[in-house]
T-cell receptor
Framework: NAGVTQTPKFQVLKTGQSMTLQCAQD?????MSWYRQDPGMGLRLIHY???????DQGEVPNGYNVSRSTTEDFPLRLLSAAPSQTSVYFC???????????FGSGTRLTVV | DQQVKQNSPSLSVQEGRISILNCDYT??????FLWYKKYPAEGPTFLIS?????DKNEDGRFTVFLNKSAKHLSLHIVPSQPGDSAVYFC??????????????FGKGMKLTVNP
């Protein structure tokens, strides 16, 4: 029972580099989301998806792209990393939000 | 503009006593509320939820109370245990706006339960 798997767990990027944070779930959940957690800011929604082929922006989408080609995978792409994107990123999935989201263990990203 | 507010950043209680974690919200469109618990270096885990048609929901040692008129909810943990020491997030869903995919989180509150 893997749940939500995020890779990598840690990453250091240089300003301007691009990378993809991977997220996979094995619970056949339709809803998937990406959040970032910053000190004193709680969790903020970046992008979300309510099913394969459907994505939408959350509260803080700038600088990030997503796609949802399968039910299982929901990668988050940083196109040109900036120090302001230094954060802990969490992927989550749910059957619907009312049943509570299952979160991955997070990716700690540092942009220098 | 913080729509879900957890105004106290931390709380310390003795083992066996009650822990009360508070949460206020400003958006009257929120009608479903959840509490998440987070240990260091782990993702948040779902704890308990409540719909706006109820004023109380209980699950073992955890009870959530909702006061819609005051736009206030609270999480009670009785009795508190050292393993409850974690950061607790309050979250809300504006389901009446079309979907449950947009959780709005508070900033979190660190609970420490002392043995």
């Amino acid at each position: 029972n893997a749940g939500v798997t995020q890779t990598p767990k840690f990453q250091v990027l240089k300003t301007g580099q691009s990378m993809t944070l991977q997220c996979a779930q094995d619970m056949n959940h339709e809803y998937m989301s990406w959040y970032r957690q910053d000190p004193g800011m709680g969790l903020r929604l970046i992008h979300y998806s309510v099913g394969a082929g459907i994505t939408d922006q959350g509260e803080v989408p700038n600088g990030y792209n997503v796609s949802r080609s399968t039910t299982e995978d929901f990668p988050l792409r940083l196109l040109s990393a900036a120090p302001s994107q230094t954060s802990v990123y969490f992927c989550a999935s749910s059957r619907t939000g009312f049943y509570g989201y299952t979160f991955g263990s997070g990716t700690r990203l540092t942009v220098v | 503009d913080q729509q879900v507010k957890q105004n106290s950043p931390s709380l310390s209680v003795q083992e066996g006593r009650i822990s009360i974690l508070n949460c206020d919200y400003t958006n009257s469109m929120f009608d479903y509320f959840l509490w998440y618990k987070k240990y260091p270096a782990e993702g948040p885990t779902f704890l308990i939820s409540i719909s706006s048609i109820k004023d109380k929901n209980e699950d073992g040692r955890f009870t959530v109370f909702l006061n819609k008129s005051a736009k206030h909810l609270s999480l009670h943990i009785v009795p508190s245990q050292p393993g409850d020491s974690a950061v607790y997030f309050c979250a809300a869903i504006p389901s009446s706006q079309g979907g449950s995919e947009k959780l709005v989180f508070g900033k979190g509150m660190k609970l420490t339960v002392n043995p």
